[in-house]
Nanobody, 127 residues
């Protein structure tokens, strides 16, 4: 069983920055793509960013492109989401997830392509 633990959420003013971390258990971390999703109150969970197992490929939702970056440290079994220029509409619970499918070079954007999820971390951006 893979466990994912997010950290780094909090309250920040608009224009500020936060870095989320997600620590994963297991010995095959680098074989799987990782993703970040978010869910705002009253809304469905939405894709934010993904990174391939090797870290060479990334993809972002249009809403965060140019403001967020995703990275991973396979030696530490950790994936990061650096969030800059935060906006009130970025307020949500952020979840990290590990893909269902093995493959170090591919990425996934659909929630159904992920098998394991963290418990989430709250990000609140005040105006």
């Amino acid at each position: 069983q893979v466990q994912l633990v997010e950290s780094g959420g909090g309250l920040v003013q608009a224009g500020g920055s936060l870095r989320l971390s997600c620590a994963a258990s297991g010995r095959t971390f680098s074989s799987y793509a990782m993703g970040w999703f978010r869910q705002a109150p009253g809304k469905e969970r939405e894709f934010v960013a993904t990174i391939s197992g090797s870290g060479d490929s990334t993809y972002f939702a249009d809403a965060v492109k140019g403001r967020f970056t995703i990275s991973r440290d396979n030696a530490k079994n950790t994936v990061y989401l650096q969030m800059n220029s935060l906006k009130p509409e970025d307020t949500a619970v952020y979840y990290c997830a590990r893909s269902k499918f093995i493959g170090s070079t591919i990425t996934f954007t659909a929630a159904g392509q992920y098998a394991y999820w963290g418990q989430g971390t709250q990000v609140t951006v005040s105006s």
